[in-house]
């Protein structure tokens, strides 16, 4: 029986994801923000000539976060977009890409959603965005946070060390719920840190090994996942308010310029690029 190419399941969430994200924050932006972490540049790595196979994953990477780039920036989707190694006919396609990739980092700082590519958000329901996020990070720490378990009693310790003052998710979102906003840079770059996945497992090793000093079988399997899934949860809930607290210290009209960014760069690239897709699939 011949053998068949299948891309990686985590792969196909991301794709599955994208093409249903309609803003920069809630479930899905988040779920796309893990999903990204799980890719690896390995897979879309050209190992000899050319062929189908990665040019489809490459097709399959650009799918999953070209749309992502504009609606959700903070999900980190250009810096999954930067694994990909396509060249040949696909060089409007591939500029598209890049020009997008550099106005996402633009946006980073602002709450995006399909009417807001349109048109920039009042800076009073900013505001009111802003106080809610700000309610909703204290009501998550505070009330939510320590009320949740994990069914292995060390993963529950870390998780309630971590909320302890001075604990990573406690300076997380500490100046969230204070509504700091003179401390945006100091939280994103928490919110980066706790939300990649190596930074994350050397964490758990040091607070269960060394600030708890416990001994015995690595925290694994199921309980891992769910203090990262907790993890994630807690640096989602921060990026919601970084985005509006950043958006806030910026003027419409920079927003409705980087609007136009995206407008011009697909105006001057996106038929083109359209066309060596279907020029790909006429060959096929």
Not at 45 to 52: A, L
Not at 65 to 88: I, K, Q, V
Not at 100 to 110: D, N, W
Not at 127 to 149: F, I, T, V, Y
């Amino acid at each position: 029986m011949p053998s068949h190419h299948v891309p990686h399941p985590d792969l196909l969430a991301g794709l599955a994801l994208a093409t249903r994200v309609m803003s920069s924050d809630g479930e899905l932006a988040a779920a796309l923000a893990r999903r990204f972490t799980m890719y690896q540049r390995e897979w879309f790595e050209q190992v000899g000539p050319p062929s189908s196979w990665s040019t489809a994953l490459n097709l399959l990477l650009i799918a999953s976060t070209l749309r992502p780039m504009m609606l959700a920036p903070a999900s980190n989707a250009f810096a999954a977009a930067d694994f990909r190694h396509l060249e040949g006919q696909f060089g409007s396609l591939l500029q598209l890409v890049r020009e997008v990739h550099a106005t996402s980092q633009k946006l980073l700082g602002f709450r995006m959603d399909a009417g807001i590519l349109r048109i920039a958000a009042g800076e009073a329901a900013m505001r009111q965005q802003l106080q809610r996020a700000r309610d909703a990070a204290h009501d998550w720490l505070h009330e939510r946070a320590p009320g949740k378990s994990i069914k292995f009693a060390p993963a529950t310790k870390i998780w309630l060390q971590w909320l302890k003052a001075d604990g990573d998710i406690h300076n997380l979102l500490t100046p969230v719920s204070e509504g700091n906003v003179e401390a945006v840079a100091r939280v994103r770059t928490l919110a980066m840190k706790l939300g990649d996945r190596e930074h994350f497992l050397s964490r758990v090793s040091e607070t269960d090994r060394k600030v708890l000093g416990r001994k015995g079988a690595d925290i694994e399997a199921g309980a891992l996942e769910r203090l990262w899934d907790l993890s994630c949860e807690a640096v989602g809930v921060a990026n919601r308010w970084i985005e509006l607290a950043s958006s806030q210290n910026e003027t419409a009209d920079r927003l409705r310029e980087l609007v136009a960014e995206l407008q011009t760069t697909y105006g001057k690239l996106g038929e083109r690029a359209r066309k060596e897709l279907e020029t790909l699939a006429g060959d096929d």
